[in-house]
């Protein structure tokens, strides 16, 4: 998983160096470009504003093509749906969630959004468009404001704000002692678990996707922060379409759909009324989580 993010990472360290607004921003999709494992076709286009129905179609992927991760994926995503994504450990969540971002092509089958396969348009203009939150979201050395504002630093104070109202963040940067130009110490380490999540929460709702790709932070927070994070959640995914790698069940209940990826297949999908009904793999994780919460 943290493989996912290096290159983001790689380009963190490169936005603090260059950080003079635009042109940096160049660089660093120019690089994002090189840096992915895909390549884009000369032949690509420019992905018109999203509506965001992502379909999967007959989606077989594996990083060695003899051992498949996932095989004969169908899903369709409408606009605005929510789709969480639960199954054991290695079962292939994260990489559902990197074949959605095109960090990697399928094998065989083919990925579309809004009925362009993702490998026929440019990676700057289907990477704008898709809101990343990585499970260890990354803070840099800047002001609070150049951390929220990473993904559109010519915002304006306003927006800013908005964002950390949306995710709840407010009182928290009213109490720092600069409100939004107090310095992050180095890697943000003067925030706690919950408040980095929000910040990324924050992040991404200023960047208005129309896409949102989560990968849900596994450290446990305590039951205030993890209130406030699933409220900052329901506040970035109103309307727009999600797909969530769930590593809680409370956050895969609010999902409108949910699916459980297991033997590299998806084994079960629906409401998680209707999966509890089923009386299958979910419902078995369901009370096994009941029985320990
Ligand atoms: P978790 O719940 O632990 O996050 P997951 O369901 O998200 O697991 P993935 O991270 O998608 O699972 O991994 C699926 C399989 O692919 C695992 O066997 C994993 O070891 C393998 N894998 C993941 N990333 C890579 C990579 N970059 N190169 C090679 N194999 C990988």
């Known amino acids: 998983i943290n493989s996912f993010f290096q290159p983001v990472q790689q380009l963190v360290q490169l936005y603090t160096q260059y950080q003079q607004g635009k042109a940096a921003i160049g660089k660093i999709r120019g690089l994002l470009a090189v840096r992915s494992s895909v390549a884009q076709l000369p032949s690509a286009v420019e992905l018109p504003p999203l509506f965001g129905r992502i379909v999967f179609e007959d989606v077989t992927?594996?990083?060695?093509?003899?051992?498949?991760?996932?095989?004969?994926?169908?899903?369709?995503?409408?606009?605005?749906?929510?789709?969480?994504?639960?199954?054991?450990?290695?079962?292939?969540k994260s990489t559902l969630a990197k074949l959605v971002t095109r960090f990697y092509d399928p094998t065989s089958g083919r990925i579309t959004i809004?009925?362009?396969?993702?490998?026929?348009?440019?990676?700057?203009?289907?990477?704008t468009q898709i809101g990343v939150v990585p499970q260890e979201p990354f803070l840099f050395a800047g002001?609070?404001?150049?951390?929220?504002?990473?993904?559109?630093?010519?915002?304006?104070d306003d927006e800013v704000w908005a964002a950390v109202d949306a995710v709840g963040l407010r009182e928290l940067v009213e109490r720092a002692p600069e409100g939004l130009d107090t310095p992050l110490h180095e890697r943000g380490q003067s925030v706690s678990s919950g408040e980095r999540q929000l910040l990324a929460l924050a992040r991404a709702f200023l960047a208005e996707p129309r896409v949102v790709v989560l990968d849900e932070a596994t450290s446990s927070l305590d039951l205030r922060s993890e209130l406030r994070v699933e409220a900052a959640l329901d506040a970035l995914l109103e309307g727009?379409?999600?797909?969530?790698?769930?590593?809680?069940?409370?956050?895969?209940?609010?999902?409108?759909?949910?699916?459980?990826?297991?033997?590299?297949?998806?084994?079960?999908?629906?409401t998680h009324a209707s999966l509890v009904a089923a009386g299958g793999a979910?419902?078995?994780?369901?009370?096994?989580?009941?029985?320990?919460s």
Not at 143 to 156: E, G, K, Q, V
């Open 61 to 92: 992927f594996g990083y060695d093509p003899e051992r498949p991760v996932l095989v004969g994926l169908n899903m369709d995503i409408s606009p605005g749906e929510t789709v969480a994504c639960v199954g054991p450990t290695g079962a292939g």
């Open 282 to 292: 979910y419902a078995a994780m369901f009370e096994t989580w009941a029985a320990h």
């Open 143 to 156: 002001t609070l404001r150049d951390n929220i504002a990473f993904a559109r630093p010519s915002a304006t």
């Open 114 to 127: 809004d009925g362009h396969d993702l490998r026929d348009v440019t990676l700057a203009s289907l990477r």
């Open 240 to 270: 727009r379409t999600a797909i969530l790698v769930a590593h809680r069940l409370s956050t895969a209940m609010r999902a409108d759909r949910i699916i459980v990826v297991d033997d590299h297949r998806i084994i079960e999908s629906g």
